[in-house]
Structures are given as structure tokens and as C-alpha cells.
């Protein structure tokens, strides 16, 4: 439905996935303020270190769903992780996608620490609204790069 078998990207259907994320991540990273355990912290510690260090930009990508996946358990509900395997096939049909794009690796990871922090702190409603920030502003952004195909300069 997002990539046809041509490999072109509908970035229709990609925005309003998004935006459901985006509804849904906000309020998921609201309960794992609430719920959280210390081995939910050490997940999404670890996750966001792997996030800093990492230039790939497919790997990016599966290492943001990988942070998701940890604040859906971190929530304590397992509906939002049956939702996200539901996305898993898109995911993998996408990520070659991202190496067509320029897109700095710094700002696919901004924002991830504050969350964690957030979540450490059990501040439910900053958790919340770093969330829909990330959301909204990166997300939203990566769409748009998604429709220009966004290259980098060309070298002199």
C-alpha cells in the first residue's frame, strides 16, 4: 500500500501511517512513564547508545522501531507491538528506499535521549509531548525528503 511493486513510494499512505504513529507513540510513551521497570530503562538506554553511533540509515530506521518496540513494553499493553508486527513487512520493503535519500543520521536521533529521560523521570506528560515533537517535526520532514527524493550536493 506505501510501496508499490514498482518500488515507488506513496507518500500519501506514508503520511497518514505516520500520523497514526505519531497519535498513537504519544500516548504508548505516556503509559511507560507510568508503568516502566528498570530493565524497560536498560532497553532503551542501550537502544538510544546504539542510536548515536550509528550513520546507516537503514539501520536507523529498523534501530527507531526497535526504540518503539521497547516503549510499547515499557507500557505494559501488548496491543501496540500486535500493531507494530503489522508494519514489520513495510518496514523491510522500505528500508532500501532510505539510501536513495540524503538525510542527516543526527536528525532521525534527535530527541530519543530526552524520552528516555522523560520515562526515567515518570514525567508522563513531557514523555508524551517529546513524542508527538519527534513525531510531528521529523517525521513530517522525512515525507517531504520521501516526495523530493532529496539528494546530497553535488561534489565541485
Given at each position: 500500500?506505501?510501496?508499490?511493486?514498482?518500488?515507488?513510494?506513496?507518500?500519501?499512505?506514508?503520511?497518514?501511517?505516520?500520523?497514526?504513529?505519531r497519535?498513537?507513540s504519544?500516548?504508548?510513551?505516556?503509559?511507560?512513564?507510568?508503568?516502566?521497570?528498570?530493565?524497560?530503562?536498560?532497553?532503551?538506554?542501550?537502544?538510544?547508545?546504539?542510536?548515536?553511533?550509528?550513520?546507516?540509515?537503514?539501520?536507523?530506521?529498523?534501530?527507531d522501531?526497535?526504540?518503539?518496540?521497547?516503549?510499547a513494553?515499557?507500557?505494559?499493553?501488548?496491543?501496540?507491538?500486535?500493531?507494530?508486527?503489522?508494519?514489520?513487512?513495510?518496514?523491510?520493503?522500505?528500508?532500501?528506499?532510505?539510501?536513495?535519500?540524503?538525510?542527516?543520521?543526527?536528525?532521525i536521533?534527535?530527541?530519543?535521549?530526552?524520552?528516555?529521560?522523560?520515562?526515567?523521570?515518570?514525567?508522563a506528560e513531557?514523555?508524551?509531548?517529546?513524542l508527538?515533537?519527534i513525531?510531528?517535526?521529523?517525521?513530517?520532514?522525512?515525507?517531504?525528503?520521501i516526495?523530493?527524493?532529496?539528494?546530497p550536493?553535488?561534489?565541485?
Amino acid at each position: 500500500l506505501v510501496v508499490t511493486p514498482e518500488g515507488v513510494v506513496n507518500a500519501e499512505v506514508l503520511k497518514n501511517l505516520l500520523e497514526v504513529a505519531r497519535i498513537l507513540s504519544a500516548d504508548i510513551a505516556e503509559l511507560a512513564a507510568k508503568r516502566r521497570g528498570d530493565d524497560d530503562l536498560r532497553t532503551l538506554d542501550h537502544i538510544v547508545a546504539e542510536m548515536r553511533a550509528e550513520k546507516n540509515l537503514s539501520r536507523l530506521l529498523w534501530l527507531d522501531f526497535d526504540f518503539n518496540w521497547a516503549l510499547a513494553g515499557a507500557a505494559k499493553n501488548v496491543v501496540p507491538r500486535l500493531l507494530m508486527n503489522s508494519v514489520r513487512g513495510l518496514l523491510q520493503k522500505y528500508t532500501p528506499y532510505l539510501e536513495t535519500l540524503w538525510v542527516s543520521p543526527g536528525s532521525i536521533t534527535e530527541g530519543y535521549e530526552h524520552v528516555v529521560e522523560a520515562v526515567r523521570s515518570r514525567d508522563a506528560e513531557r514523555a508524551r509531548g517529546l513524542l508527538l515533537w519527534i513525531w510531528s517535526s521529523r517525521h513530517e520532514g522525512f515525507v517531504d525528503s520521501i516526495g523530493k527524493k532529496s539528494r546530497p550536493p553535488a561534489a565541485p
